[in-house]
């Protein structure tokens, strides 16, 4: 998520962006950018647990999407199964410019 203010901003616009990196046996890894989803940050004592919440549904709802783009580009026939893939993590940059609005 790139976030237009700091932790305690309420209210200020965020990007939250699905990936996926992919590591090949090279050793290499792509990082595949997915559609985003702008918010505003929430409020309240328990703000950064339901903006991590937003975050992971923002991505369970883009993965098959993301998934169908990396099978595009490597000829795959079928994307694999997006219901085993997991958000491993959610990622914040703080007091990022809002280029997105």
């Given at each position: ?40 940050k ?13 975050a992971?549904e ?8 993301l ?6 580009d ?11 893939m997991?958000?491993e ?9 809002s280029?997105?609005?």
């Open positions: 998520m790139r976030i237009d203010g700091g932790p305690d901003d309420d209210g200020a616009e965020l990007l939250a962006l699905a990936f996926l990196d992919l590591r090949f046996d090279d050793g290499h890894v792509e990082r595949w950018l997915g559609p985003g989803a702008v918010g505003t929430p409020a309240g004592p328990d703000a950064m647990v339901t903006l991590q919440a937003w992971r923002r991505t369970d709802e883009h993965a098959l999407t998934m169908c783009e990396v099978a595009i490597y000829d795959v026939p079928s994307p694999s199964i997006v219901d085993s997991a958000c993590e959610v990622v914040v940059e703080w007091n990022a410019p280029t997105w609005t």
